[in-house]
C-alpha cells in the first residue's frame, strides 16, 4: 500500500503561511489539501452572529493559493467548518469566497457544500426519544433552550465529505465538522486504517503546532501507510519530536488514551510515537473503535443580552491593596442606584495582581520603579469592567456608573482626589453588542451519518457556475 501525502497548510484557514514552505508540501506531490476553518475556541459569539472570526481578504489569499494548485495537480481540497462556525450564514460566506476566486481565475472544477445547520423540529424529537446526552459540565438539555437558540450545528463525520469525494467533488467546503475528519477523508475513502487516519488528521489539524517551535501559520505534512504515518514540517526552523507530537496529541483531550468523535472513539491506550529522522515522527498502534449508536456533537447559541466594557490601570498602592474590598463595594453602590432598572451582570475583571515589579500599563511613560507599593503586591493592575444587559441602553448605564463609581471612590488611605483611575482610550466606554452563550454542548444519535449533512454540487465552467 503506497503512502497517501496530506497536506496541511495551516492551523485555520486565514492564519495564513509561508509561500517557502507551501511550495515545499507542493514539492512532496499531495494527495490531498486539507485544511480547518473553524473552533468554538473564540466563544459563542460568531456562531450567534453568524459572522468569521477570520478576516475575509486573509482567508481569500490562503484559498487564492490553494484551489489553483490544487486543482493544477489533479487533487482535491477540503475545506472544515467554513467561516469559523460553519452555520448556514459562514458556509455562504466562504462560499461566496470560492466563488470570486473562480470568477477573477476563470476556474473550471465541481463544488461540493456540505450544511451542518440542524432543525430545531429535528432536536425536539431527539429530546422526546431521550436520544440527547449532555456533554460535562452541560446541563440537561430543555425545550427552551433549544426555542432560544439562535443557531444550531452539528459536528459531521467523515462520512458525508467521503460521500462528496465519491461523486467527483474536486473542492468540498463543509459546515461545522469535527476537526480531524477533513484530513482523514481521503484515507477512508482510499482505505487506509481508521484508527491511524484519525490520529494523523488530529495532528494536522493544527499544521505546524505539533512541531517545535510550533505555530499556527505554517505547513505541516502528513505520509499515511499501511500501519504507521509520518508527520513532517516543512519550514527548516522546525522541527517534529516525539514529544512536539505526543504532546500535541493530548491537546483538547480529557483523557489521555481515548478521544471520542462522531462513530466512534480513537483509541491510543497501544500507540507508539519513533523518532524516524531529525524532523520526521513515525507513529503507528492507533486504534478506531466504532461506537453505536452513532452520536453528532451539537453546538447551539442563545442571546442573553448586550455587553459594555470599560478598561482602566490603577497605580495607587493603597487602592491596589484593597482592590477586592473597593470592587465589592461599587457593585453595591451601583445596585442600591439602579434598584429598578431590571437584570443585570456586572463584573470587575483585575488583571496583573500577581505581577510583581516589572509593569506594563504604566512602562509607557518610562521608570515607574519609584512607586511606593510594596514586594507583595503589584506596581499596577488592569481592569476590565464588564456589564451585560437585555438592552444595550441598559448596559450602557450600569457600565457607565460602575465606572465613575470607582474613579471617584473614597477608600481608606486615598491621598489624590483626582481620580483612582488613567483610562487608556477615549471614550472610555466600549458598547460591544450582543453577547451568546452556548444553550446546547450535547450529542445526538443519529440512524445515518450523511442524513443531517445533505451535499449541493456547484460546477464551475471558466469561473462561470453552470
Partial sequence: ME???????????????????????????PDVIAVDAGSTDPGPYYLGAGI?????????????????????????????TAGGCGAAPHLQWNKEIIEEIAREQKLSFSLAVIPSDIKKSTITESLQKGSITPLYPAPELTQAD??????????????????????????????????????AALAFYKGYDKGLAMHLGKILECAAIAATPGSGSDCMFGYIGKDYFRVEPLNPIRKCTTLSVAAHTLYEKTNPYVLPGPGGILDLSETTFTQETD?????????????????????????????????????????????????????ARVKDNFTGLGDY?????????????????????????????PESQPLELAIIIDAVAPIQETAN???????????????????STAGNLAFPFSPSDIKMGDVYEFCMYHVMEVTDPCELFPATIIKFDGGDIK
Fill in 3 to 29: 503512502e497517501l501525502k496530506i497536506l496541511s497548510p495551516t492551523a485555520i484557514l486565514g492564519y495564513g503561511f509561508p509561500m517557502d514552505s507551501w511550495e515545499e508540501g507542493m514539492r512532496r506531490e
Fill in 52 to 80: 468569521s472570526f477570520t478576516d475575509r481578504e486573509a482567508v481569500k489569499r490562503d484559498l487564492t493559493i490553494m484551489i489553483p494548485a490544487a486543482l493544477k495537480n489533479g487533487i482535491p481540497v477540503i475545506i472544515g
Fill in 146 to 183: 433549544i426555542d432560544d437558540a439562535v443557531h444550531v450545528v452539528a459536528q459531521m463525520g467523515v462520512e458525508p465529505i467521503v460521500k462528496a469525494l465519491t461523486e467527483g467533488a474536486q473542492v468540498i467546503l463543509t459546515g461545522r465538522a469535527y476537526d480531524p475528519v477533513v484530513f
Fill in 279 to 331: 524532523s520526521i515522527v513515525r507513529v503507528a498502534g492507533s486504534r478506531f473503535n466504532p461506537t453505536h449508536p452513532y452520536n453528532v456533537k451539537l453546538e447551539g447559541v442563545k442571546k442573553v443580552g448586550c455587553r459594555t466594557v470599560s478598561f482602566a490601570a490603577v497605580a495607587d498602592p493603597v487602592m491596589i491593596s484593597q482592590i477586592d474590598e473597593i470592587t465589592k463595594a461599587v457593585k
Fill in 345 to 373: 451582570f456586572l463584573d470587575f475583571k483585575v488583571y496583573g495582581r500577581n505581577t510583581i515589579g516589572k509593569t506594563g500599563v504604566m512602562g509607557i511613560f518610562g521608570d515607574t520603579s519609584n512607586h511606593a507599593a
Fill in 397 to 415: 448605564t450600569i457600565c457607565s456608573f460602575a465606572r465613575s463609581t470607582l474613579l471617584h471612590y473614597g477608600y481608606p488611605g486615598r491621598i
